[in-house]
């Protein structure tokens, strides 16, 4: 390795390899694509720092740097997922929380605390960091620093805005906050997931699906049937056939003699 490389690290990893040329690292895997931006690759590479000197959020990519963790000083780390295993037992001191479902805040804050008093770094992290450890996060501020949880997520999400906390994770912050204060402050501002069923209505002029089509009324008291009258409401009582005296006997009609063919319907009072 030439001289200017040996005094000249990785600004990422501080390690020695050809990171201009997309060299990956020996030591701990850190590699930089040629053209990237150094400072959006130095975030998804190093943890966010939410207290210098002292706490760190992450993810799993995150604690398996390390190299990366060392030369940040981190000695500790709070895992929050029991299905991500500790990689470094040797070089780390790990505490697991032991349920993935429920947030065990104050688990979690007497080992965050012992790891201020020790004036320990310590990184903590979930799968992603966005959401299980955040919140863990959040809860150390309101119990040690006495913020309220508006407070406490904004001072999160200015450091690493990637966080987006989970209904639940809301909700169990929102109890912790209570138990904590004795009240509920105001509310947190979630991103709002795009829903189909919540968005506007078209109907391009058909009827909804959820609209209930008026019934026939057919069998309706209200209005008679035609066919449920007597013959006499149809026919007028004093409309008949002929003349008072048929000529040709029963037959109604009656011939005119002046011309056979035409045959004349004589009515009463014609």
């Known amino acids: 390795m030439r001289k200017r490389e040996r005094e000249n690290p990785c600004g990422v990893c501080g390690h020695?390899?050809?990171?201009?040329?997309?060299?990956?690292?020996?030591?701990?895997g850190h590699s930089v694509p040629i053209g990237?931006?150094?400072?959006?690759?130095?975030?998804?590479?190093?943890?966010?720092?939410?207290?210098?000197?002292?706490?760190?959020?992450?993810?799993?990519?995150?604690?398996?740097?390390?190299?990366?963790?060392?030369?940040?000083?981190?000695?500790?780390?709070?895992?929050?997922?029991?299905?991500?295993?500790?990689?470094?037992?040797?070089?780390f001191t790990y505490h697991c929380l032991p349920d993935d479902k429920s947030f065990q805040f104050e688990e979690a804050n007497q080992f965050l605390e012992q790891c201020e008093r020790d004036k320990e770094r310590v990184l903590v992290h979930c799968m992603s960091g966005k959401s299980r450890s955040p919140a863990v996060v959040i809860g150390y501020l309101m119990k040690s620093r006495g913020w309220r949880l508006t407070q406490s997520y904004q001072w999160v999400k200015e450091r690493r805005p990637a966080v987006e906390l989970s209904e639940g994770a809301h909700q169990q912050l929102q109890e912790y906050e209570k138990k904590l204060f004795g009240s509920v402050g105001s509310s947190l501002q979630l991103p709002v997931v795009f829903s189909p069923a919540a968005g506007p209505h078209l109907s391009f002029g058909f009827p909804k699906t959820n609209d209930i089509a008026p019934l026939p009324a057919f069998g309706c008291t209200t209005t008679p049937s035609i066919f449920s009258r007597a013959p006499s409401d149809i026919a007028p009582t004093n409309f008949t056939f002929g003349a008072g005296?048929?000529?040709?006997?029963?037959?109604?009609?009656?011939?005119?003699?002046?011309?056979?063919?035409?045959?004349?319907?004589?009515?009463?009072?014609?």
């Open 16 to 28: 020695y390899h050809k990171v201009e040329e997309g060299e990956v690292c020996g030591i701990c």
């Open 36 to 91: 990237s931006e150094k400072t959006s690759l130095q975030v998804s590479a190093f943890p966010s720092v939410i207290l210098p000197e002292f706490l760190y959020l992450g993810s799993y990519d995150n604690a398996s740097r390390s190299e990366l963790l060392k030369t940040q000083g981190i000695s500790r780390i709070l895992n929050t997922v029991p299905s991500c295993q500790n990689l470094y037992k040797n070089s």
């Open 245 to 270: 005296q048929n000529v040709t006997g029963n037959s109604p009609f009656n011939t005119n003699p002046s011309n056979p063919n035409v045959t004349d319907i004589q009515m009463d009072g014609s």
